[in-house]
Each structure stands twice: as structure tokens, then as C-alpha cells.
């Protein structure tokens, strides 16, 4: 970037794990800016916020410093990307307050606004947003996840807003690199959401770009993570556990919706109310084996303690190692907490069967919306970790051959093709 370059449109790619910024202006756009010096890749600003018992927020990896320094004490939030189609969640107490969701993602978004400004030492309020094909299945629930994103960019600031799907942003960014393709797939596989575009190129003119399909199904990384957590590690926090009531005579179970929320990267947090605690100590005492208690007792230390973003780094740590081979042992310590778990790739892909079958099964319909066979694709373009996923990998070779498959920056694709859509509408004016 040279210093001539002034910024008049930001683009932001918002993502549930991390998230980047590029700038473009008329004549230009710039690659995404070291938003995160701490960070091991100073562009990648991971989506996690902490508010620390002095009433102090911060952000990326400097949250997740602050919050191992303050003894894991104080509110640590991921994943928020994902409440954004959950009508249910509005707000969540954090201090003395209540914050809506639309302040939380906004003040991560004014974060990055603040320090792209400061990196420009200018002030742009004009945005391209990304956002998934897809925040949910249910129509109603996509809407609003889309005006709660755009209230969260007011919020930050910015007072021209616009959108731009994900997997499109890829495929622009795909399109300006490798003309030569006339047909081909680009699958963004975050960790909220796996997108698709199916677009088209004619060699003749390579800067048209037909987008013949656009799709994606509201399930991807964070899934995968859940499945291990669900059918297997979660037996270690009582998720079969017997109890009973006091003066009742009925065996009882751990409630379902409590469960659902353990395997969650983004839902632990929510089990630390004051009324779930109180529960889980009358389930441990009403428990039916010293087991159970000892199970029990392992899921109140980890919420206590807010040990669920670190549990869910060594689930994903897991998931990888599945990734390459074909067993390895789940190992997570703590005082009070000693698990360990053997899994065999088999295994977990037997527990994410569900997963991988919505993430296929949405491929397969979108490339029929396109009205094309796979074997019309002449490029097939992966992006994110969930792309190596070995039972994903092989669903994109056996549907197109492996010789078609290549991989995308995992975290640069979709930023770069957002940067150049805001210089197109720049110019279009």
C-alpha cells in the first residue's frame, strides 16, 4: 500500500471464529491491515470479546490474554455471530447491565472500525459487510439476522451499510485470480456456516462473472465441535446422569435444552446463570452413583471456573488431529477435571453423520438449483478448516474428482472479494 492510498469504503468479513478488514477506494483496494499485532497473523482478529471484573472490555487475542490474567475471571465471550438468527436471545447481563446482542456484535465491530481508522488515520462510516449465504433455513430467522447485523454496524458507526454474501465475495476474488475457469464452485466452510456459490466465467471477457446459484447451510466447524463434545466428552459432565428430586421416587435425566447449551461453543457460556448452578448442585446431590456426582462435580468446576472456551480449543485440537489420523485420545486437565477419551476417525464421523449429510446435502441442491451436473464444473475452490475435514474432503472428490479440487487462502479469500465489491459500488455511483 502506498501512502497515497485514502480509504472510502471498508470491508469487513465478520466471521464466528475471526474476522478481517480491508479498505478499498475508487481506484483501488489494500489487503486486510494488521488489525491484532499480538496475533500470530496480525490481520486475523479473532471474534472474542472479554469484560474483565474491573469493567474493562477487550478484544482478540488481547481478550484472551487479559482473560487467562485475570485468572479466568470476569465474561468471555465467542461465537457471537451465531445468535444473530436466535430471536430467543435479545440480551445477556454482563456487569450491572443488560446488553442486547446488537451492542455486542457492534462493539466489536467499532473495535475494528476504531483501529482501521487509526491505521488510515482517517474516518470512514461506509461499510461492505459480509455475511453468510444463509444465517438460518427459516426465512424469518435469515431477515433478522441481517437487521441485527446492520444495527450492529450503526452502532459501530458506520452509516452506509451494505451486504454482500460470503461465498460470493470468495467467487469475485476467485474470478479476478483465475479467469481461465468458465464454470466452477467456490465452498466457504467456516465455523458458524458453509456457503456455495456456483458461478460462471467467459474467457472472452474476464471480468464478467455470472453467478448461476447461491446457497449455504447454517452448520459447519462449530458443529463438527459439538458432535465429539455430544457423543463422548460430555459423558464426562454428567450428560447420563441419573438423579432424583428430593422426596420424589422417579429416575430422572439431564435436561435436554441444558445439554444442547454444553455442546455449544457458543452456548456454554450461557450456563453460568445463577439458577443452572443451583440446579446442577440438586442433581449432584439427588445422583445415583459416586460416578455421577464425580461427573457432575467435573461440569460445575468447568463452569465455575469459565474453562468452556478452553475445553472447545481442545475439542477442535481433537477434531484436527482426526483430521490426519486415524485415532487420537481427547485429554483435558484441570484441578477437578480429568478426562480422557479415545476416538477413532470412524468414530467421529459416525457422530457428525447429521452434520456432514446437511453440509453435502445442501451442496448437491444448490448445484441442481444452478441447473448443472457436477461434471460441468471445471474448478471446485475450498475455503476454511472444515474443507479438510476428511468427510468433506471426500464428498467434494466424489462429487468432481480430486483433480478438480484446490484450496483458497483460508482466511484472505473472502476479504479480498469484499474489498473489490466495495470498489465496484464506489465506482458505480
Not at 245 to 250: A, L, Q, R, T, Y
Amino acid at each position: 500500500m502506498t501512502r497515497a492510498f485514502v480509504p472510502e469504503m471498508y470491508a469487513i468479513d465478520f466471521g464466528t471464529s475471526n474476522s478481517l478488514l480491508a479498505a478499498a477506494s475508487r481506484e483501488a483496494v489494500c489487503a486486510p491491515i494488521p488489525l491484532d499485532v499480538s496475533a500470530q497473523d496480525p490481520s486475523v482478529f479473532r471474534s472474542i470479546l472479554f469484560f474483565s471484573d474491573d469493567a474493562e472490555w477487550s478484544y482478540g487475542a488481547g481478550a484472551l490474554s487479559e482473560y487467562i490474567a485475570q485468572g479466568l475471571h470476569g465474561r468471555f465471550i465467542r461465537s457471537i455471530k451465531r445468535f444473530l438468527p436466535i430471536a430467543s436471545f435479545s440480551d445477556t447481563r454482563i456487569g450491572a447491565r443488560k446488553v442486547t446482542l446488537e451492542e455486542l456484535v457492534g462493539m466489536f465491530l467499532r473495535e475494528m472500525r476504531r483501529r482501521a481508522n487509526e491505521h488510515f488515520d482517517c474516518d470512514v462510516r461506509r461499510v461492505m459487510l459480509g455475511r453468510p449465504a444463509r444465517f438460518s433455513d427459516d426465512d424469518q430467522a435469515d431477515a433478522l439476522a441481517e437487521a441485527r447485523l446492520r444495527s450492529a454496524a450503526e452502532f459501530a458507526g458506520f452509516v452506509e451499510i451494505h451486504f454482500c454474501p460470503e461465498p460470493l465475495a470468495a467467487a469475485y476474488d476467485y474470478g479476478a485470480t483465475k479467469p481461465g475457469a468458465s464454470t466452477f464452485l467456490i465452498a466457504d466452510f467456516g465455523g458458524g456456516t458453509s456457503d456455495y456459490t456456483v458461478a460462471r466465467l467467459d474467457p472472452s471477457r474476464p471480468e464478467s462473472l455470472e453467478v448461476l446459484a447461491l446457497g449455504g447451510f447454517a452448520q459447519a466447524g462449530d458443529a463438527f465441535d459439538g458432535s465429539l463434545m455430544r457423543h463422548g466428552i460430555a459423558d464426562h459432565f454428567g450428560a447420563r446422569v441419573r438423579y432424583q428430586v428430593p422426596f420424589g421416587s422417579n429416575w430422572l435425566e439431564m435436561p435436554i435444552p441444558l445439554m444442547e447449551k454444553l455442546c455449544s461453543p457458543a452456548e456454554i457460556c450461557l450456563l453460568g446463570r445463577r439458577d443452572v448452578l443451583e440446579f446442577l448442585r440438586g442433581v449432584r446431590s439427588g445422583s445415583s452413583s459416586a460416578d455421577d456426582k464425580l461427573h457432575v462435580d467435573q461440569l460445575l468446576c468447568l463452569i465455575e471456573e469459565g474453562l468452556g472456551f478452553q475445553l472447545f480449543e481442545a475439542i477442535e485440537h481433537e477434531k484436527r488431529e482426526l483430521s490426519v489420523h486415524e485415532a487420537a485420545v481427547f485429554r483435558f486437565g484441570y484441578p477437578g477435571i480429568d478426562i480422557a477419551e479415545n476416538f477413532t476417525r470412524a468414530r467421529f464421523e459416525q457422530a457428525s453423520e447429521k452434520v456432514s449429510q446437511g453440509i453435502l446435502g445442501r451442496l448437491d441442491s444448490v448445484l441442481e438449483r444452478a441447473g448443472i451436473a457436477p461434471s460441468d464444473i471445471d474448478s471446485v475452490c475450498s475455503t476454511g478448516g472444515t474443507a479438510r475435514v476428511p468427510v468433506i474432503k471426500r464428498g467434494l472428490e466424489t462429487r468432481f474428482g480430486a483433480d478438480k479440487l484446490q484450496a483458497l487462502s483460508s482466511f484472505h479469500a473472502v476479504i479480498r472479494g469484499l474489498a473489490e465489491r466495495a470498489r465496484l459500488i464506489l465506482n458505480a455511483r
